[in-house]
């Protein structure tokens, strides 16, 4: 669940390293003080760790699209902030699952 506490419109852009996890929406538009549905699934394969980077960036009242509101941002040079969540995922028995927030 990604939730909005803000007052303006959000538009996010989600995103993993590697091909083990599958983001889903991989854009979303929040509006102020709303939530929405995230899924990160682990496809099968070997033990290992990797990041989400969750992007995001303030959006006009009559936006639509995120994935144009991001295009458009970068190519306009803004820097757009970011937050870096780590995913970890092991085989029954072993490590505990993570759901740490990085400060990178």
Same mark, same amino acid.
């Given at each position: 669940?990604?939730?909005?506490?803000?007052?303006?419109?959000?538009?996010?852009?989600?995103?993993? +390293?590697?091909?083990?996890?599958r983001?889903?929406?991989?854009?979303?538009?929040?509006?102020?003080?709303?939530? /929405?549905?995230?899924?990160?699934?682990?496809?099968?394969?070997?033990?290992q760790? =990797?990041?989400?980077?969750?992007?995001?960036?303030?959006?006009?009242? =009559?936006?639509?699209?995120?994935?144009?509101?991001?295009?458009?941002?970068?190519?306009? +040079?803004?820097?757009?902030?970011?937050?870096?969540?780590?995913?970890?995922?092991?085989?029954?028995? +072993?490590?505990?699952?993570? /759901?740490?927030?990085?400060?990178?």
């Amino acid at each position: 669940m990604v939730v909005n506490f803000t007052t303006k419109r959000m538009a996010l852009k989600i995103r993993c +390293g590697n091909a083990l996890f599958r983001v889903e929406p991989t854009h979303m538009i929040i509006e102020p003080n709303k939530c /929405r549905q995230l899924t990160i699934n682990r496809m099968p394969g070997p033990i290992q760790t =990797d990041k989400a980077i969750v992007q995001y960036i303030d959006i006009e009242k =009559d936006a639509q699209d995120a994935k144009a509101a991001f295009k458009a941002a970068d190519g306009a +040079g803004t820097k757009i902030p970011h937050i870096k969540i780590k995913l970890v995922a092991a085989a029954s028995g +072993g490590r505990k699952m993570s /759901r740490e927030v990085l400060d990178e």
